[in-house]
């Protein structure tokens, strides 16, 4: 072979850095947390169909609900923790 392998390569050809590991957890912890309120979203419509568990209300339901969603959107949308972590990309 005459090129190099270069393990987790992005299209440029360069190594993954600190940055870009960084941005891709963010992410996945974003999609995690969104389906995770996701789910809570269905489970709270399901209690709220049947006889709701004594001592829980809903509400809790749809407000961890509302949270999850939010937080996962927003860490979706994840480039502006990445640059609060570790500043403005000096090489764009």
Known sequence: MSEPIIPYATVERRP???????????????VLL?????????????????TPVVGQSLA???????????????LLKGEWLVIFAYGRD???
């Open 16 to 30: 993954l850095s600190g940055r870009d590991l960084f941005g891709v957890v963010v992410r996945t912890i974003g």
């Open 60 to 74: 809790s339901y749809w407000m961890f609900t509302a949270f999850a969603m939010g937080a996962g959107g927003a």
């Open 34 to 50: 969104f389906l995770w309120g996701l789910y809570a979203a269905m489970y709270a419509t399901a209690a709220g169909a049947n």
């Open 90 to 92: 000096r090489n764009p």
